[in-house]
């Protein structure tokens, strides 16, 4: 147990609608990364948050927003929603800061799935 | 943008072979981090690497940086079936950046 946590497990939704996944990061942690993970593409990065500001930005889509709330859970909002974006979503956390290197620690994912 | 490459893409290999798996980066790097994923699983961090030429042993796993750090290794000796899974790199660039992960080598291993 990595102690991040992500809801919901699965989802099942449908093209245009929209979805919000959470996560919660370690105790202490203050990054968040989010990730999605497809069969042919890999592990991509989306975004980060650092103590809820935006740090990095990856291969993050328009349609796709995130934000990190004071008490440091943070949400990713996919909208207009494309079969495309079937995937699974992880979450990440670390300690990290500024000019350090720090492992994440991975969340066990939400599988999205658009019909 | 920075690029991380990994090789092979995919190794089945008989229970007790060995097995390595490469990767490569587009530029120099300041750190190399692995992590495995075992199917249905979740990424979970083995090592990182931040020096010129370092070399990590874990058990039978052994970790190698290149010299230029553009490049790493990773090698299994005498595979278990405990080491199906998906081995990832990621590089993390100078300064301050995020991590790039390669694609991955997904292992089996046939007992």
């Known amino acids: 147990d990595s102690g991040v946590t992500q809801t919901p497990k699965h989802l099942i939704t449908a093209t245009g609608q929209r979805v919000t996944l959470r996560c919660s990061p370690r105790s202490g942690d203050l990054s968040v990364y989010w990730y999605q993970q497809s069969l042919d593409q890999g592990l991509q990065f989306l975004i980060q948050?650092?103590?809820?500001?935006?740090?990095a930005k990856g291969n993050i889509l328009e349609r796709f927003s995130a934000q990190q709330f004071p008490d440091l859970h943070s949400e990713l909002n996919l909208s207009s929603l494309e079969l495309g974006d079937s995937a699974l979503y992880f979450c990440?956390?670390?300690?990290?800061?500024?000019?350090?290197?720090?492992?994440?620690?991975f969340g066990p994912g939400t599988r999205l799935t658009v019909l | 943008g920075q690029q991380v490459m990994q090789i092979p893409q995919y190794q089945h290999v008989q229970e007790g072979e060995d097995f390595t798996t490469y990767c490569n980066s587009s530029t120099t790097l300041s750190n190399i981090q692995w992590y495995k994923q075992r199917p249905g699983g979740h990424p979970v961090f083995l090592i990182q690497?931040?020096?010129?030429?370092e070399v990590k042993k874990q058990k039978r796993l052994t970790f190698q940086f290149g010299e230029a750090k553009k490049n790493s290794s990773l090698h299994i000796t005498a595979t278990q079936t405990t080491d199906v899974g998906t081995y990832f790199c990621a590089g993390r660039g100078s300064g301050y950046s995020t991590l790039t992960f390669g694609k991955g080598t997904m292992l089996l291993v046939s007992p």
């Open positions: 690497l931040v020096k010129s030429g």
């Open positions: 990440a956390s670390s300690g990290l800061k500024e000019g350090s290197a720090d492992t994440q620690y």
């Open positions: 948050y650092y103590n809820g500001e935006e740090r």
